[in-house]
């Protein structure tokens, strides 16, 4: 029947684009582990205001650092992310981009990893 079919369909589109789907995934985990790690350093504050990270820090707070690493990848997210799901409906070479795609998650994972370690008010995005 039609709907046996289809769900073929869809799980064979799973199975051709399995490492491009892993990436999509490591990348939504990043961005949830970003925002885990800014919840809890925003916690960690003496005095803070749930939802409101205070004016007064800068690049030198760890607290200012984590909340803008997320919100970069929030902004940033669904620029990439629709384009390649877009991409495997529309049937896309699966080795290119698989490789985008993980190309992108890893370096999303490098940025946070700097960010989070080395940028400071003189140095505010490390390059």
């Not at 929030?74 to 985008?100: D, K, R, V, W, Y």
């Amino acid at each position: 029947s039609e709907s046996i079919q289809g769900i073929k369909k869809g799980v064979h589109v799973f199975t051709v684009y399995t490492y491009s789907i892993a990436g999509l995934l490591l990348i939504s985990f990043t961005v949830f582990a970003q925002n885990i790690v800014a919840a809890i350093a925003h916690r960690k504050q003496s005095r803070y205001i749930p939802g409101k990270v205070s004016e007064e820090l800068s690049h030198d707070s760890f607290v200012f650092r984590s909340h803008r690493t997320f919100h970069n990848s929030l902004e940033n997210i669904h620029q990439f992310t629709l384009p390649a799901l877009l991409c495997i409906f529309l049937g896309a070479s699966t080795s290119i981009l698989a490789a985008l795609v993980w190309i992108y998650a890893l370096s999303r994972i490098i940025h946070m990893g700097l960010y989070y370690a080395i940028a400071t008010e003189k140095n505010p995005s490390p390059r």
